[in-house]
């Protein structure tokens, strides 16, 4: 026997010999547990019956010990298999990157937008390690609005309209906070302050006011007219002018009025009325008397004349400044120069709306009396029988003349 096979052979026996001596000291191990005594297992019995799993582990352990002396000691054995590596999940990050020392205030408002759960939602690595002082290692998955619409896509269509409020294209953390805020829709502040950050001619002209907008002490203050994102209307109105304010004002104008004003119909009424707020009654942007007989001088009614002309009211004979006249007698001039009872304008005009010509009311409350004003209106002329006179007509053509049968008719313009 060579020296090489005498090594192999003492290996195999030493193997074996540590093999029955782990089983037998199995077998010591279960007859001294306590318990009734184990009957010695006979050799047939042994020969067929499962070592209990205590004795199974300890031969199995010594098993691989003996395997692993074996492959020590025999030179040129080949090396035990080493076990398949099992696949390692690796740990989960926390919720956010926000801890005791990192980002402590990003997520600290009672509002928490959804995504800030995962960082990687809107963030992406550039370079490693985080932080660097000096430098930014992480960009965002995309520019603004474009990141935001991404979930956000009733948005997507918003930003086609005609109108694109500045704020959303400089992004939309002008007035959101991306992470967590105190305030509903994540707004840095509330409205109206959140506008007025960038509007801030606007929230002096508020400050200043003696007459607010009763629409701003709302909640939803700038929001009821206008649209915060886009809009296809002017000045990011949420509707046309018009019908922004008539949504509030509904009584203003009479359903059933077939002649607007002048601005009512152009759907701007911001031409006679500050929307924000102003010094003046009815928030109105000149001076208008609230009396109902104020003499005419030439700086009263600053409000009517921004738009109307003064010469309708400032000659006594006219043949072109007015229709309102019979022959060139000018009636408005009559009406309005009189030292001690100059009509105002709104003793006769319904300014928003009416269903007569010329914006002729169809009474006036004269105290506490509805005053019916009876106006008729025929191709030359026309006439009235209000309660303050008897019934007068009126003729350019025929001064004086009573129309034969008094009709409304559109055919002429008596201002």
């Known amino acids: 026997m060579t020296p090489g096979n005498r090594r192999t052979f003492g290996v195999v026996a030493l193997l074996f010999t540590t093999q029955l001596f782990c089983a037998c000291n199995a077998g010591v191990r279960l007859g001294d547990e306590s318990g009734p005594p184990v009957a010695a297992a006979s050799k047939e019995d042994s020969a067929t ?13 010594a098993q691989t010990a003996a395997a692993a002396q074996t492959a020590a000691a025999v030179p040129n054995a080949p090396a035990a298999a080493a076990p398949a590596p099992q696949p390692v999940t690796p740990a989960m990050p926390t919720v956010s990157c926000v801890s005791a020392t990192c980002h402590t205030k990003l997520l600290g408002g009672p509002v928490v937008h959804p995504p800030a759960d995962s960082c990687d939602s809107c963030h992406v690595a550039v370079s490693s390690p985080h932080p660097v002082k000096g430098s930014k290692t992480f960009k965002l998955t995309d520019e603004m609005p474009a990141l935001c619409t991404a979930c956000h896509d009733d948005m997507t269509d918003a930003l086609k309209k005609k109108n694109v409020h500045a704020a959303v294209v400089a992004g939309c953390t002008s007035c ?24 801030g001619d606007i929230a002096d002209t508020i400050e200043a006011a003696s007459a607010p907008h009763a629409a701003l002490d709302m909640p939803e203050s700038c929001l009821i007219c206008h649209s915060p994102h886009a809009s296809d209307q002017d000045a990011l109105f949420v509707k046309p002018q018009k019908d922004v304010c008539l949504g509030c004002h509904d009584t203003l104008v009479a359903a059933k009025s077939t002649v607007l004003h002048g601005p009512n119909n152009d759907g701007k009424c911001s031409r006679c009325h500050t929307p924000h707020g102003g ?6 942007v000149r001076e208008f008397p609230a009396d109902s007989y104020v003499p005419y001088t030439d700086s009263a009614y600053p409000l009517c004349f921004g738009c109307h002309k003064r010469d309708a009211v400032q000659t006594p004979q006219t043949s072109s400044a007015t229709n309102f006249r019979d022959g060139q007698k000018n009636l408005h001039y009559i009406h ?10 709104r003793l006769c005009h319904s300014w928003h709306g009416s269903n007569k010509p010329n914006l002729l009311a169809e009474s006036i409350q004269f105290g506490q009396w509805k005053m019916p004003i009876k106006y008729v209106k025929t191709d030359t002329g026309g006439g009235c029988s209000p309660g303050c006179h008897n019934p007068r007509y009126y003729d350019r053509d025929s001064p004086g003349r009573k129309p034969a049968t008094a009709k409304p008719s559109d055919a002429a313009d008596d201002n």
């Open 49 to 61: 019956q499962a070592p209990p799993p205590a004795a199974a582990q300890t031969a199995a352990a």
């Open 336 to 345: 309005v120069n009189n030292d001690q009872k100059g009509r105002s304008c």
């Open 176 to 199: 959101h906070d991306p992470h967590g805020a105190k305030n509903a829709k994540l707004l840095s502040d509330p409205v109206p302050d959140v506008c007025f950050a960038c509007h």
């Open 279 to 284: 010094k003046l009654e009815k928030l109105l």
